[in-house]
């Protein structure tokens, strides 16, 4: 049974910085596609940075420059650098997984298993 479990989440000012970790039981990182997902207030579950299983990364325009996706096939975890960040980066950020991805940012309606996410909330 595939279970992804996001750490890391807080509360920061606008310009500050989070790592978001999702510790994967049940598939091994480097033969799943993974991504990033998140959810703000009223909004719809947007892919934020996706990595593909021969590691080609790809990010949403809003996030190009400031978040970097990676993962520790070792430790079988999945990361989220996120860099200088906006008010507009409010949510919760979500990890999934498929066996097959398509190119570009990664698409919510694509991804099979999820964890339950953590809250990222940016203050100005």
């Known amino acids: 049974q595939v279970q992804l479990v996001e750490s890391g989440g807080g509360s920061v000012q606008a310009g500050g910085s989070l790592r978001l970790s999702c510790a994967a039981s049940g598939l091994t990182y480097g033969r799943w596609c993974m991504g990033w997902f998140r959810q703000g207030p009223g909004k719809e579950r947007e892919g934020v940075a996706g990595i593909d299983k021969v590691g080609r990364t790809n990010y949403a325009d809003s996030v190009k420059g400031r978040f970097t996706i990676s993962q520790d096939n070792a430790k079988n975890t999945l990361y989220l650098q996120m860099n200088s960040l906006k008010p507009d980066d409010t949510g919760m950020y979500l990890c999934?997984?498929?066996?097959?991805?398509?190119?570009?940012?990664?698409?919510?309606?694509?991804?099979?298993?999820w964890g339950q996410g953590t809250q990222v909330t940016v203050s100005s």
């Open positions: 999934a997984a498929v066996w097959y991805c398509s190119s570009g940012a990664p698409r919510p309606e694509e991804f099979t298993y």
